[in-house]
């Protein structure tokens, strides 16, 4: 909060006016993307430099606004429990993924248990999907109400296409 004052000032009004917890940590990377999590009882906004220099003051509200959003409409995949899960199932597939340099006895056991993580993911999402599907819809209603429907539509369209351009690993 010291080193980004105005930023800061900017999702305090935004948390105010949707009627959201306020953002304890701002995580700026390089990927063209935002998010936002709770980790250890802090919510933690991530946003991309390169996506943030891309945008207009306005369309910075959006995507503000609509990561804000996610926490006043109960999206599942960042509620406490279920995001939870999902971040242990993400380290365990980090942690057991065979990379090549393993013994053949070591493989035997890592590929069956990263399977059965990469499983257990899967059949989180599709249990949440509905959910979330709605809470993107919601936390997009959040960000036009805060930035206007114009901001809204320009920062997803920025982002999308921020995608398509961005290599998949």
Do not use: K
Not at 133 to 156: F, K, N, P, V, W
């Amino acid at each position: 909060r010291d080193t980004m004052p105005e930023t800061f000032a900017l999702l305090d009004r935004i948390s105010a006016h949707l009627d959201a917890p306020r953002v304890d940590l701002l995580v700026i990377d390089a990927e063209f993307n935002a998010g936002i999590s709770e980790v250890r009882g802090r919510r933690v906004l991530q946003f991309g430099a390169v996506l943030w220099e891309g945008l207009s003051r306005d369309e910075r509200v959006a995507v503000l606004a609509h990561e804000v959003g996610h926490l006043v409409n109960g999206d599942p995949l960042r509620a406490s429990f279920v995001g939870r899960a999902r971040r242990v199932l993400e380290r365990w597939h980090y942690l057991l993924a065979p990379d090549g340099t393993s013994e053949v006895i070591a493989e035997i056991i890592q590929v069956p248990l990263t399977v059965a993580i990469e499983m257990l993911d899967i059949l989180v999402l599709r249990l949440t999907f509905i959910e979330s599907q709605r809470s993107e819809y919601l936390a997009d209603a959040l960000s036009a109400e805060a930035a206007g429907c114009g901001a809204a539509i320009a920062a997803l369209r920025t982002v999308a296409l921020g995608e398509l351009a961005t290599p998949q690993s």
